[in-house]
T-cell receptor
């Protein structure tokens, strides 16, 4: 199994909703990442988990809350989002921090 | 601040030509370099990585690295319309990847 999976593929939510994005990998990778990507922009790093511990938080607003239940799973909990948070949310994993990362297919999030 | 610079394009080439994509980086501590291809609405896909000075070839793709000039390039030989995408250059040091803004490549039939 050499891929990163993400669910759901699409998500529409209101500003008062609480939802979660899920990511899973079975490649034995020890680093997992959340990126946010707006149209025609490069991926923007949000969080890095290394060996299941949060190692980097790029000053992301608290309405985004990451969670790493185990070495294969990564969640992103969403609460009270704003319309400007609408974007493609990408999960990635790599063997170690900073080495070549494999991306999941992404979740297209729309906040109404 | 670590930066990776790419020309946003679009770079237009005819089918069968060689496409040359370029990237410069600011952090001399960067050790590894990656090229990702991203089709519109899809996630980035890793197509090449290079760690050492010189050339690395894989099929129609050649990555070139010059650490002294802090310069990375990607050559695509025999370009096909299916190669039309945005190509993201990324550099890695001791922590995470730093992405360039990407170059859009258009290959016309």
């Amino acid at each position: 199994d050499t891929e990163v999976t993400q669910t759901p593929k699409h998500l529409v939510m209101g500003m008062t909703n609480k939802k979660s994005l899920k990511c899973e990998q079975h490649m034995g990778h020890r680093a997992m990442y959340w990126y946010k990507q707006k149209a025609k922009k490069p991926p923007e790093l949000m969080f890095v988990y290394s060996y299941e511990k949060l190692s980097i938080n790029e000053s992301v607003p608290s309405r985004f809350s990451p969670e790493c239940p185990n070495s294969s799973l990564l969640n992103l909990h969403l609460h009270a989002l704003q319309p400007e948070d609408s974007a493609l949310y990408l999960c990635a994993s790599s063997q170690e921090n900073g080495v070549r990362a494999s991306f999941g297919p992404g979740t297209r999030l729309t906040v109404l | 601040q670590k930066e990776v610079e790419q020309n946003s394009g679009p770079l237009s080439v005819p089918e069968g030509a060689i496409a040359s994509l370029n990237c410069t980086y600011s952090d001399r501590g960067s050790q590894s370099f990656f090229w990702y291809r991203q089709y519109s609405g899809k996630s980035p896909e890793l197509i090449m990585f290079i760690y050492s000075n010189g050339d690395k070839e894989d099929g129609r793709f050649t990555a070139q690295l010059n650490k002294a000039s802090q310069y990375v390039s990607l050559l695509i030989r025999d370009s096909q319309p299916s190669d039309s995408a945005t190509y993201l250059c990324a550099a890695s040091g001791y922590s995470t990847l730093t992405f360039g803004k990407g170059t859009m490549l258009l290959v016309s039939p």
